[in-house]
């Protein structure tokens, strides 16, 4: 996910939360587009599929003998993409966490 994605993220958090307590929402100077919640997923989950695909291009790359791929690069691209899908795992999680937690509640 992109800074520029985080930035927006915490932006619409900050708004959700002003208006949870009651309050105006401090609003940037620079208005950040809306996007939905599940296009910001889709989009964090292909940008971690390409990385894991070029990973897997690197490593394949090495073992087969190509003399201008790095041990050191393809072992960073490896665990790059290593721990993007396990904070897209733990991400994933934790919205189910949530959404069980709603789902428990009594009205």
């Known amino acids: 996910m992109s800074s520029m994605q985080i930035q927006q993220v915490l932006a619409e958090m900050r708004a959700l939360q002003a208006r949870a307590a009651g309050s105006a929402p401090e609003v940037a100077t620079e208005a950040a587009p809306t996007t939905d919640f599940a296009s910001l997923m889709k ?41 993007a899908f396990r904070a897209m795992t733990e991400v994933r999680n934790k919205l189910l966490d949530a959404y069980s937690q709603v ?5």
């Open 43 to 83: 989009s964090s989950a292909d940008s971690i599929s390409i990385m894991q695909n070029q990973a897997t291009a690197l490593s394949s790359a090495y073992e087969a003998g190509d003399k201008s791929v790095d041990l050191t690069k393809v072992m960073l691209e490896v665990q790059k993409a290593g721990l």
């Open 103 to 107: 789902m428990n509640m009594s009205v």
